[in-house]
């Protein structure tokens, strides 16, 4: 794989993990009830999962544009 598919592949990670932190800070803005079969998820978890996945699409974001 060469180097500029593998900033591809880094982009389209980024893409996923702000598509993940936004529906994270939509469910805390709007509300959103999240059950997982019988467990119905607290609000501070979507807190830690917009922070890992915004966390996560900066540094996918910074590498695929980093020095070649």
């Known amino acids: 794989m060469g180097l500029q598919e593998k900033n591809n592949v880094l982009r389209l990670c980024t893409l996923i993990f702000v598509l993940v932190a936004l529906v994270h800070l939509l469910r805390l803005i709007l509300g959103w009830d999240m059950i997982l079969g019988n467990w119905e ?28």
């Open 41 to 68: 998820s607290p609000q501070w978890v979507s807190i830690i999962a917009l922070i890992v996945a915004s966390g996560l699409a900066w540094w996918t974001w910074t590498t695929s544009h980093g020095k070649n």
